[in-house]
Protein backbone atom coordinates (compact mmCIF):
# COMPACT_ATOMS: atom_id res chain seq x y z
CA UNK A 1 0.00 0.00 0.00
CA UNK A 2 0.84 3.43 -0.73
CA UNK A 3 0.87 6.79 0.99
CA UNK A 4 -0.36 9.31 -1.09
CA UNK A 5 -0.93 13.30 -1.26
CA UNK A 6 -4.63 13.72 -0.81
CA UNK A 7 -4.57 16.84 -3.13
CA UNK A 8 -2.49 14.81 -5.60
CA UNK A 9 -5.68 12.39 -5.66
CA UNK A 10 -8.16 15.22 -6.51
CA UNK A 11 -9.02 15.93 -3.23
CA UNK A 12 -9.39 20.14 -2.64
CA UNK A 13 -7.52 19.65 0.53
CA UNK A 14 -4.83 22.86 -0.59
CA UNK A 15 -4.33 25.90 0.98
CA UNK A 16 -7.11 27.27 -1.64
CA UNK A 17 -9.78 25.25 -1.31
CA UNK A 18 -8.35 23.66 -4.54
CA UNK A 19 -6.93 19.67 -5.55
CA UNK A 20 -4.38 19.19 -8.12
CA UNK A 21 -5.20 15.81 -9.30
CA UNK A 22 -2.39 13.83 -10.93
CA UNK A 23 -3.71 11.08 -13.29
CA UNK A 24 -1.11 8.45 -12.50
CA UNK A 25 -2.17 8.75 -8.43
CA UNK A 26 -5.28 9.05 -8.86
CA UNK A 27 -5.59 5.64 -10.54
CA UNK A 28 -3.31 4.53 -7.52
CA UNK A 29 -6.20 5.18 -6.03
CA UNK A 30 -8.77 3.79 -8.08
CA UNK A 31 -7.24 0.34 -8.12
CA UNK A 32 -7.13 0.31 -4.33
CA UNK A 33 -3.25 0.92 -3.92
CA UNK A 34 -2.94 3.83 -2.24
CA UNK A 35 -4.52 5.69 0.67
CA UNK A 36 -4.95 10.16 0.75
CA UNK A 37 -3.82 11.86 3.67
CA UNK A 38 -3.53 15.66 4.00
CA UNK A 39 -1.04 16.38 6.73
CA UNK A 40 -1.82 19.54 6.92
CA UNK A 41 -5.94 19.05 7.74
CA UNK A 42 -4.78 15.87 10.33
CA UNK A 43 -2.75 18.75 11.93
CA UNK A 44 -5.79 20.34 12.95
CA UNK A 45 -6.11 23.00 9.97
CA UNK A 46 -8.86 24.07 8.13
CA UNK A 47 -9.07 24.49 4.54
CA UNK A 48 -8.90 27.19 2.94
CA UNK A 49 -6.18 28.37 5.11
CA UNK A 50 -3.35 30.71 4.96
CA UNK A 51 -0.83 29.39 2.95
CA UNK A 52 2.43 28.47 5.09
CA UNK A 53 6.26 28.58 4.61
CA UNK A 54 9.69 26.95 6.47
CA UNK A 55 11.11 29.83 7.68
CA UNK A 56 14.31 29.48 8.71
CA UNK A 57 15.31 26.03 7.45
CA UNK A 58 13.31 23.00 5.76
CA UNK A 59 11.43 20.38 7.40
CA UNK A 60 14.14 18.63 9.01
CA UNK A 61 15.00 21.88 10.94
CA UNK A 62 11.30 22.15 11.73
CA UNK A 63 11.82 18.28 13.26
CA UNK A 64 14.63 18.99 14.99
CA UNK A 65 12.88 22.62 16.00
CA UNK A 66 15.45 25.17 14.33
CA UNK A 67 13.01 26.36 12.19
CA UNK A 68 8.90 27.04 12.52
CA UNK A 69 6.53 27.28 9.78
CA UNK A 70 4.78 30.73 9.54
CA UNK A 71 1.69 31.50 7.60
CA UNK A 72 1.68 34.45 5.47
CA UNK A 73 0.24 36.38 7.71
CA UNK A 74 2.27 36.03 10.30
CA UNK A 75 1.17 32.87 12.72
CA UNK A 76 3.14 30.00 14.01
CA UNK A 77 1.67 26.80 12.78
CA UNK A 78 4.47 24.96 13.55
CA UNK A 79 2.47 22.46 15.79
CA UNK A 80 -0.03 21.78 13.35
CA UNK A 81 2.75 20.58 10.80
CA UNK A 82 4.68 18.33 13.19
CA UNK A 83 1.44 16.82 14.65
CA UNK A 84 0.06 16.19 11.04
CA UNK A 85 3.33 14.67 9.86
CA UNK A 86 2.92 12.12 12.75
CA UNK A 87 -0.21 11.22 11.97
CA UNK A 88 0.31 10.17 8.59
CA UNK A 89 3.34 8.26 9.43
CA UNK A 90 1.19 6.63 12.19
CA UNK A 91 -1.36 5.54 9.26
CA UNK A 92 1.95 4.42 6.94
CA UNK A 93 2.81 1.72 9.52
CA UNK A 94 -0.37 0.63 10.35
CA UNK A 95 -0.86 -0.39 6.17
CA UNK A 96 2.82 -0.65 6.63
CA UNK A 97 3.61 1.22 3.62
CA UNK A 98 6.95 1.16 1.79
CA UNK A 99 6.14 4.42 -0.53
CA UNK A 100 4.91 7.60 -0.69
CA UNK A 101 3.94 9.68 -3.64
CA UNK A 102 4.12 13.60 -2.59
CA UNK A 103 2.99 17.05 -3.66
CA UNK A 104 6.28 18.71 -4.99
CA UNK A 105 7.46 21.93 -2.95
CA UNK A 106 4.89 22.14 0.22
CA UNK A 107 6.25 22.94 3.33
CA UNK A 108 4.52 19.54 4.61
CA UNK A 109 4.86 17.45 1.26
CA UNK A 110 7.42 18.24 -0.81
CA UNK A 111 10.08 16.36 -1.65
CA UNK A 112 14.16 17.68 -2.82
CA UNK A 113 12.70 21.27 -2.87
CA UNK A 114 10.41 23.50 -0.82
CA UNK A 115 9.91 27.33 -0.72
CA UNK A 116 12.25 29.65 1.22
CA UNK A 117 10.04 31.32 3.74
CA UNK A 118 10.01 34.56 2.16
CA UNK A 119 6.58 34.30 0.02
CA UNK A 120 8.52 35.24 -2.93
CA UNK A 121 8.22 31.74 -4.65
CA UNK A 122 11.79 31.15 -4.35
CA UNK A 123 12.90 27.56 -3.47
CA UNK A 124 15.78 26.35 -1.87
CA UNK A 125 17.12 22.38 -1.10
CA UNK A 126 15.42 20.30 1.29
CA UNK A 127 12.20 18.82 1.94
CA UNK A 128 8.47 19.34 3.72
CA UNK A 129 7.85 18.26 7.33
CA UNK A 130 6.10 15.10 6.40
CA UNK A 131 8.35 13.76 3.63
CA UNK A 132 11.30 14.48 6.09
CA UNK A 133 9.63 12.38 8.63
CA UNK A 134 8.66 9.77 6.38
CA UNK A 135 12.12 9.58 4.92
CA UNK A 136 13.55 9.19 8.08
CA UNK A 137 11.31 5.90 9.07
CA UNK A 138 12.78 4.75 5.72
CA UNK A 139 9.37 5.05 3.32
CA UNK A 140 10.64 6.08 -0.20
CA UNK A 141 9.43 9.33 -1.56
CA UNK A 142 8.10 10.37 -5.15
CA UNK A 143 7.49 13.63 -6.10
CA UNK A 144 4.76 14.19 -8.08
CA UNK A 145 3.33 17.55 -9.27
FE1 LIG B 1 -2.28 18.51 1.98
FE2 LIG B 1 0.24 17.87 1.24
FE3 LIG B 1 -1.58 18.45 -0.60
FE4 LIG B 1 -0.65 20.37 0.99
S1 LIG B 1 0.52 19.23 -0.53
S2 LIG B 1 -2.81 20.01 0.41
S3 LIG B 1 -0.38 19.24 2.90
S4 LIG B 1 -1.67 16.74 0.82
Redesign the pocket.
Known amino acids: MLI ?5 AG ?1 N ?3 DGK ?2 IDEKVYKLIKEGKAI ?6 LGGLS ?1 PRCPSEICGGTGCDVLDRRARVITSDGRDVTENFVR ?1 AYEVLKLAKAVRAKKAV ?2 A ?6 WGSVYDGTFTGNLIRGN ?1 V ?1 AELLMREGIDIESR ?1
Open positions: VSACLLTRYGCPVCPEQTGLKKSPSCGGTG
